[in-house]
């Protein structure tokens, strides 16, 4: 069964920088996209950005505007989120998920929200002005 764990969240200032951890147990095959997802008070789950783990390819939403950056550590399914020049409306959820690829190297959203898609339980990030 897999299961995965956040870490790395807490409170932060505006402006400052904080790396989330997503680990992975268990056997993630077919589960080759792994995603970090947000989710604030009062709003719908949204995606944050996802990465291929046998390429490395990754996605980003269209807001990050190079702000975040997904990760993996090599030879491993320890995948990271860092978070740079924080802002309060970052203040969330953030959860990270599995799910297979669409195809070869093709992550979609849709796939995390599957029969398929696994998630953390969620750690808390709150950024303050």
């Known amino acids: 069964q897999v299961q995965l764990a956040e870490a790395g969240g807490g409170a932060v200032q505006e402006g400052g920088s904080l790396r989330l951890s997503c680990g992975a147990s268990g056997d993630m095959n077919p589960r080759n996209c792994m995603g970090w997802f947000r989710q604030a008070p009062g709003k719908a789950r949204e995606g944050v950005a996802a990465i291929y783990t046998r390429s490395s390819g990754t996605y980003y939403a269209d807001w990050v505007n190079g702000r975040f950056t997904i990760s993996q550590e090599a030879g491993n399914t320890t995948v990271y989120l860092r978070m740079n020049y924080l802002k309060p409306e970052d203040t969330a959820m953030y959860y990270c998920?599995?799910?297979?690829?669409?195809?070869?190297?093709?992550?979609?959203?849709?796939?995390?929200?599957?029969?398929?898609?696994?998630w953390g339980q969620g750690i808390q990030v709150t950024v303050s002005s």
């Open positions: 998920a599995a799910a297979p690829p669409a195809s070869w190297g093709r992550c979609v959203l849709n796939r995390f929200f599957g029969d398929q898609g696994v």
